[in-house]
């Protein structure tokens, strides 16, 4: 079993910057996703980096603001937020997952979950 405790949420103006991190027991076997819920939706796909770090994958509405990153078998895994915007407001949640995916973004891929970080972006 994978335990994961996400932080480095809180509350900014848009077009600010955050740097979510993700701590685990372990993540050296595994690809770690980053999932948000904003309220009444569906948790949404947001970026994922494989297990060594070499492979990364982002949302359309996060690619080219949003940095996944992670040293191969690192225990910590951060996603870089910048030019944040309103639409950006949710709950965060990090995923672990097998290690070799077909598709990143697919939630049932992903067993280990952690409890959520609140990102605020406010006008």
């Known amino acids: 079993q994978v335990q994961l405790v996400e932080s480095g949420g809180g509350s900014v103006q848009d077009g600010g910057s955050l740097r979510l991190s993700c701590a685990a027991s372990?993540?050296?076997?595994?690809?770690v996703g980053w999932f948000r819920r904003a309220p009444a939706t569906d948790r949404e796909f947001v970026a994922a980096?494989?297990?060594?770090?070499?492979?990364?994958r982002y949302s359309d509405s996060v690619q080219g603001r949003f940095t996944i990153s992670r040293n191969g078998f690192a225990k910590m895994v951060n996603l870089q937020m910048n030019n944040l915007k309103i639409d950006d407001t949710a709950v965060y949640y990090c995923?672990?997952?097998?290690?070799?995916?077909?598709?990143?973004?697919?939630?049932?891929?992903?067993?280990?979950w952690g409890q959520g970080t609140q990102v605020t972006v406010s006008s």
């Open positions: 372990r993540f050296d076997d595994y690809t």
């Open positions: 995923a672990a997952g097998r290690p070799y995916l077909g598709n990143y973004g697919y939630i049932g891929n992903y067993d280990y």
């Open positions: 980096v494989d297990r060594n770090g070499r492979t990364t």
